[in-house]
Nanobody
């Protein structure tokens, strides 16, 4: 089992950048594929980005492709989400999640992930 903790959220202006981090207070992240999801008020939680156990494979939602970058440092037990060119539509609670299953491509479905962090708020003003 792994307990996830996110950090790095905040209030920024459109066009700014933020870097979110996800660490494990217990457990080892290298055993899991990892994903970032977000949930805006009144909307369903949606996939943002995923990364394989080794970090060799990543995938992104079309809405963030080219602006967001997911990465991991297994030695530091950390997964990050670099968010550039932020837009008001990116405003949401961002959560990291861990997937125990071995997959060629990181999962994009909420139900495919086994462990979740509490989330961190990202607010982008226009």
């Amino acid at each position: 089992q792994v307990q996830l903790v996110e950090s790095g959220g905040g209030l920024v202006h459109a066009g700014d950048s933020l870097r979110l981090s996800c660490t494990a207070s217990t457990g080892t992240l290298s055993m899991y594929a990892m994903g970032w999801f977000r949930q805006a008020p009144g909307k369903e939680r949606e996939f943002v980005a995923g990364i394989s156990r080794s970090g060799g494979t990543t995938n992104y939602a079309d809405s963030v492709k080219g602006r967001f970058t997911i990465s991991r440092d297994n030695a530091k037990n950390t997964v990050s989400l670099q968010m550039n060119s932020l837009e008001p539509a990116d405003t949401a609670v961002y959560s990291c999640a861990a997937d125990r299953a071995r997959k060629v491509v990181p999962a994009t479905g909420v139900n495919e992930y086994d462990y979740w962090g509490q989330g961190t708020q990202v607010t982008v003003s226009s």
